[in-house]
């Protein structure tokens, strides 16, 4: 059991925590919220919409904020407290009477992994709920430009029952498409598929008609009264007017599509399983595709083809958890499940099914479950890792503060402002290199932590030491820390 001299000196340092922690996590909470409503509001003003909807956009943009003030509010929270408490002699007077960095660093630790637990939860069960509603509301509110709308990689009903349209990727602020796959269903007397690899959308005065400029495809014809006829024709550039697209604000109801980032962890770890799944699911498609082609060649038997695994992942102890809490609340709404690849809120007029007869297809389909795998993972782990940053915060504050006790709010604001912007760069570009297939989801994700981790381990050994007093430790010095080697090296050279 620890003494009661501990005890109350951790009561005593978490109390100092608490005031700056909320009053960082209100500041920047507010001045993103700002920041959003500056940069978005122009888009929703002048479009006839009602202020509740309005209101509602930046009123659960907040979800999203929280997520990313968290961690930072932490690292604020902990370097103005340190500062302080170094500033005016405590530390030193607790190492004098023998409290070592270790017993002061341990409530802070405490403190930064309940921060941690809430900041998972929040990420896990509310952030994800947020999103979907949110975007749902942007597609109800921007439904008179049509890529806003659309969903990527999903077959989306533009006309209902007659135009269907499919993207991998969507650029609404370009209008722009790439790898566009075209369901046209409007005359009943024949069926046309239109491919394209890149295209761009365009509106008319009153946004109820789209147009539509696709560059370098081809387009499937078929009629119903000659079906052994089927034309196809290439094209450099192919304009297409699709007329009737709705130019009124309605509110969907339902919407079952989720995201990557509207889904919760247990969702997408079964999406990842099942991806998984479709991954061994080829392999085995493409081994008895090749033992029957031999065995048709040698004029052998063919052998009954290997089933692949079809049943369904364990959830991890973390989902069952979940799954009994779920189940002991009333009301509690069920996780979301992701949409499989090529639905969407309508079926296409014909699916091609996919072979894996020629290495190009067979590397074709690896590669795309892996990286639908990859998607889900790397948005996993990036849940986990920013929940871990509190803690890894904390390390990396408490030494800092303490062995440069005069450097005051700019201390406080500075060092938070660096290692912010390298976090949160190394998070986008570490999702972005996790999507590709370039790093793991583990280490593109991680990565910062890791880094900060490593920084903070020196700075912890030398806080241990009885030098970091508020006799020194300002700015001059943090300026030699960081920057006197420079000269050193122009003396060697």
């Known amino acids: 059991m620890a003494r009661p001299i501990v005890r109350i000196l951790s009561r005593y340092i978490l109390r100092q925590h608490l005031p700056p922690l909320g009053y960082a996590i209100a500041a920047l909470t507010f001045a993103m919220l700002v920041n959003q409503v500056a940069k978005q509001f122009g888009n929703f003003v002048g479009k006839g919409l009602p202020w509740g909807a309005i209101f509602e956009v930046f009123a659960l943009s907040i979800p999203f904020i929280v997520a990313m003030t968290l961690p930072m509010a932490v690292l604020v929270a902990v370097l103005y407290t340190f500062s302080h408490l170094a500033a005016d002699n405590e530390v030193t007077a607790m190492k004098a009477n023998g409290i070592s960095i270790g017993q002061i660093l341990a409530p802070v630790l405490g403190g930064a992994a309940l921060m941690g637990v809430i900041s998972l939860l929040w990420n896990d069960q509310v952030l994800p709920r947020s999103n979907h509603t949110l975007r749902t509301l942007l597609v109800d509110i921007q439904r008179k430009k049509p890529t806003f709308q659309l969903k990527e990689q999903v077959i989306n009903e533009v006309v209902p029952g007659q135009f269907f349209l499919r993207a991998t990727r969507i650029d609404a602020a370009a209008n722009t498409l790439n790898d566009v796959t075209i369901y046209d269903l409007q005359d009943p007397d024949r069926r046309r598929i239109i491919m394209a690899d890149s295209g761009r959308m365009a509106y008319s005065g009153g946004g109820t008609d789209l147009y539509l400029t696709l560059r370098d495809g081809e387009v499937h014809e078929i009629r119903r009264t000659d079906p052994e006829h089927f034309n196809r024709t290439f094209y450099t550039i192919n304009r297409i007017k699709v007329a009737g697209v709705s130019n009124t604000f309605e509110t969907t109801k339902h919407d079952e599509y989720r995201s990557d980032r509207e889904m919760g962890i247990c969702a997408m770890q079964d999406v990842v399983a099942r991806a998984r799944q479709d991954l061994e699911r080829v392999r085995i498609d493409a081994l008895n595709a090749v033992a029957g082609e031999l065995r048709r060649v040698s004029k052998l038997a063919p052998l009954r083809p290997v089933a692949a695994d079809t049943t369904s992942p364990r959830p991890s102890m973390y989902c069952r958890v979940l799954g009994v809490l779920q189940r002991l609340?009333?009301?509690?709404?069920?996780?979301?499940?992701?949409?499989?690849?090529?639905?969407?809120?309508?079926?296409?007029?014909?699916?091609?099914?996919?072979d894996v007869t020629t290495p190009a297809a067979y590397a074709q389909r690896l590669r795309a479950a892996r990286q639908r795998a990859a998607i889900y993972e790397v948005e996993i782990q990036?849940?986990?890792?920013?929940?871990?940053?509190?803690?890894?915060?904390?390390?990396?504050?408490?030494?800092?503060?303490?062995?440069?006790?005069?450097?005051?709010v700019g201390l406080v604001i500075g060092t938070s402002l660096a290692v912010f912007s390298v976090y949160y760069v190394g998070l986008i570009g570490g999702e972005e290199f996790g999507d590709r297939l370039i790093v793991p989801?583990?280490?593109?994700?991680?990565?910062?932590?890791?880094?900060?981790?490593?920084?903070?381990?020196?700075?912890?050994?030398?806080?241990?030491?009885?030098?970091?007093?508020?006799?020194?430790g300002d700015w001059e010095e943090v300026k030699q820390t960081f920057l006197g080697w420079i000269p050193k090296m122009r003396i060697r050279l």
């Not at 280490?443 to 020194?472: E, K, Q």
């Open 329 to 354: 609340l009333p009301g509690a709404p069920p996780a979301a499940r992701a949409a499989e690849p090529g639905t969407g809120e309508a079926a296409p007029p014909a699916l091609v099914v996919q």
């Open 441 to 472: 989801p583990f280490f593109s994700m991680w990565t910062p932590n890791l880094i900060f981790l490593i920084v903070s381990i020196p700075l912890l050994w030398t806080a241990r030491h009885a030098g970091s007093t508020a006799h020194g």
């Open 382 to 408: 990036k849940k986990l890792a920013i929940s871990a940053a509190c803690v890894i915060f904390a390390l990396l504050g408490v030494p800092l503060a303490i062995r440069y006790p005069r450097g005051g």
